[in-house]
Nanobody, 122 residues
Framework: QVQLVESGGGLVQPGGSLKLSCVVSGRIFSSLAMGWFRQAPGKEREFVAD????????NYADSKKGRFTISRDNAKNTVYLQMNSLKPEDTAVYYCAASPAVTTRVVEYDFWGQGTQVTVSS
């Protein structure tokens, strides 16, 4: 059983930063590609970023490029999402997910965390 546990969400002012973490257990972490997604109220879950098993390849949704950075530490079984210059429209529940290979498609991720709330507001 693969478990993913996110942390690091919270309330931040516009222009601020947050770093999300996701710890994975139950599977060899380095065998998993990882992704971050988000879902705002009334909207579909959307792709944010993904990272290859080794961490050598990353991919971002266009609107996140330059503001968000995905990274991983295979020794700590952890994937991160550094978010800078946050905007109110970044408010959402953020989920990490695991897949055999990098992909932007929600349906291709086999395992999901419970999500962590990020609220950007003054």
């Amino acid at each position: 059983q693969v478990q993913l546990v996110e942390s690091g969400g919270g309330l931040v002012q516009p222009g601020g930063s947050l770093k999300l973490s996701c710890v994975v257990s139950g599977r060899i972490f380095s065998s998993l590609a990882m992704g971050w997604f988000r879902q705002a109220p009334g909207k579909e879950r959307e792709f944010v970023a993904d990272i290859s098993r080794s961490g050598g390849l990353t991919n971002y949704a266009d609107s996140k490029k330059g503001r968000f950075t995905i990274s991983r530490d295979n020794a700590k079984n952890t994937v991160y999402l550094q978010m800078n210059s946050l905007k109110p429209e970044d408010t959402a529940v953020y989920y990490c997910a695991a897949s055999p290979a990098v992909t932007t498609r929600v349906v291709e991720y086999d395992f999901w965390g419970q999500g962590t709330q990020v609220t950007v507001s003054s």
